[in-house]
């Protein structure tokens, strides 16, 4: 899966449909998206197979956008779950730009989230830290 990107669009019809044609006219394949809208506004959080055109393509459009690292963990399927899990980050100013149920399996619920610093949120969370070669991710 590709860099997340999450956009900010005027909550009205067309606005979504635009951008997505627009990638689509650039070649470029959605592989995950998920939205909502709230008042005026409306956010959506996808993932594409071509971060760099995208990333092109939404700023030719004056879309406004952020991007962040993606990170899936797995928490007990409970009440209370997902709170814990976001205040741990809020409490070390890692800020959540984007977050999806992924999926759930017997008495586990999987997330998928961006943050703003991903090697804090890892610290943070017990995860592996990122490994980098040659200056790669």
Same mark, same amino acid.
């Given at each position: 899966?590709?860099?997340?990107?999450?956009?900010?669009?005027?909550? &009205?019809?067309?606005?979504?449909?635009?951008? $997505?044609?627009?990638?689509?006219?650039?070649?470029?394949?959605?592989?995950?998206?998920?939205?909502?809208?709230?008042?005026?506004?409306?956010?959506?959080?996808?993932?594409?197979?071509?971060?760099? @055109?995208?990333?092109?393509? #939404?700023?030719?459009?004056?879309?406004?956008?952020?991007?962040? =690292?993606?990170?899936?963990?797995?928490?007990?399927? &409970?009440?209370?779950?997902?709170?814990?899990?976001?205040?741990?980050?809020?409490?070390?100013?890692?800020?959540?730009?984007?977050?999806?149920?992924?999926?759930?399996?017997? $008495?586990?619920?999987?997330?998928?989230?961006?943050?703003? =610093?991903?090697?804090?949120? &890892?610290?943070?969370?017990? #995860?592996?830290?990122?490994? @980098?070669?040659?200056?790669? &991710?």
């Amino acid at each position: 899966m590709g860099q997340p990107f999450v956009i900010q669009l005027d909550n &009205r019809p067309g606005e979504l449909a635009h951008v $997505t044609r627009a990638l689509a006219m650039r070649g470029i394949s959605i592989q995950s998206i998920a939205g909502s809208a709230a008042g005026d506004k409306m956010c959506a959080m996808l993932s594409t197979d071509d971060d760099a @055109t995208t990333r092109d393509v #939404l700023h030719a459009m004056g879309v406004p956008f952020v991007e962040g =690292d993606t990170l899936c963990v797995e928490v007990e399927d &409970r009440p209370g779950s997902i709170a814990e899990l976001t205040e741990k980050l809020s409490r070390v100013g890692v800020n959540i730009t984007g977050i999806l149920v992924s999926g759930r399996r017997e $008495t586990k619920v999987q997330v998928a989230f961006t943050v703003d =610093d991903e090697a804090l949120a &890892r610290e943070v969370l017990g #995860l592996p830290p990122i490994h @980098t070669v040659s200056g790669a &991710r």
